[in-house]
């Protein structure tokens, strides 16, 4: 059932900005895939500067084959506030029937 199917973890280290979140999941929403779990790590207080973004730091699990990861992970790490990202994988082992 799982067939060609990994884990990946995506994290993404980004200048912090109201519209992140959407502009990172909005890859994920046309590709039919759906994140397993999130984390989004913002400024300490929860304030966001004009002058001085400041750093998001966001983790997204999903499930899905290497190529729409690879396919993800390039199309969000070109958007203007991403600075670095990169993609951990592993292969998803089937318990025995």
Not at 2 to 21: F, I, K, S, T, W
Not at 30 to 40: K, S
Not at 53 to 60: F, K, N, P, V
Request: aromatic share 4%.
């Amino acid at each position: 059932m799982n067939a060609g199917l990994y884990r990946h973890r995506l994290v993404v280290e980004a200048d912090a900005h109201p519209n992140l979140m959407l502009r990172l999941l909005e890859p994920f929403a046309v590709h039919d895939v759906q994140p397993t779990r999130i984390r989004l790590d913002g400024p300490p207080d929860g304030r966001i500067d004009p002058a001085d973004l400041g750093d998001m730091r966001a983790e997204i699990a999903f499930v899905a084959s290497p190529e729409i990861a690879e396919r993800l992970w390039a199309r969000i790490d070109v958007m203007v506030p991403v600075r670095t990202s990169h993609l951990v994988s592993s292969a998803i082992v089937e318990a025995a029937a």
